[in-house]
């Protein structure tokens, strides 16, 4: 690779990074390895060519394009806590990734996400992904600094909604949801 390939892939993966919280290549790879897949059938769950999701990985392409996707990805993190924690076995992991796999998406802000807790609400974690994947799909997260910068001085509130959600960290965002909560 040379140095210009480099430094694509280094601005992509970055790009991710503000996106998605992190390198799709390190999200994909724990998701693999949290629900016991591999990567044929992580794209196929996904709904993804085999060299699309290999391309995501390798920072080859910056961003999944296909906003159902990304809800996919969201409910194959949720689920991987899920199992990650006891409160699912393996065997409802697997028919659980099978109605990811069916899912069109939908927006849990409208009531028609896929991943709820036992009571049928949606989880915070799940609510808060919703946020960030809205807002940073409509603006790159420095995009998202500038307007929070700009209303700073009027708005503090709102330009620290913008900061966290828009260019944060999910577990700040979650904290944050959660201190808002009455």
């Given amino acids: 690779m040379d140095a210009a390939q480099q430094d694509a ?26 629900l016991g897949l591999n990567q044929a059938r992580l794209a ?10 290999s391309q995501l990985m390798s920072g080859q392409r910056a961003k999944i394009g296909n906003p159902a996707v990304v809800q996919r990805v969201q409910a194959l993190q949720e689920l991987a806590s899920q199992v ?6 393996a065997a409802e992991a697997t ?12 927006s849990v802000l409208t009531g028609t996400g896929q991943t709820t807790t036992s009571s049928g609400a949606p989880t915070v974690r799940r609510v808060v992904r919703e946020i960030q994947s809205l807002l940073r799909s409509v603006a790159a997260a420095g995009d998202i600094i500038d307007a929070a910068d700009s209303l700073a001085p009027t708005h503090p509130e ?25």
């Fill in 9 to 34: 892939t280094a601005r992509a993966r970055e790009l991710q990074r503000s996106w998605y919280g992190e390198p799709l290549g390190a999200l994909f790879r724990r998701l693999i390895d949290d």
């Fill in 44 to 53: 196929a769950v996904l709904g993804l060519s085999a060299p699309m999701l």
């Fill in 84 to 89: 990650a924690d006891g409160s699912i076995s």
């Fill in 95 to 106: 028919a659980r990734m099978d109605e990811i796999k069916k899912s069109q998406g939908g």
């Fill in 158 to 182: 709102l330009a620290e909604f913008l900061r966290v959600y828009g260019a944060g960290r999910t577990a700040e965002a979650v904290a944050h949801y959660e201190s808002h909560q009455s």
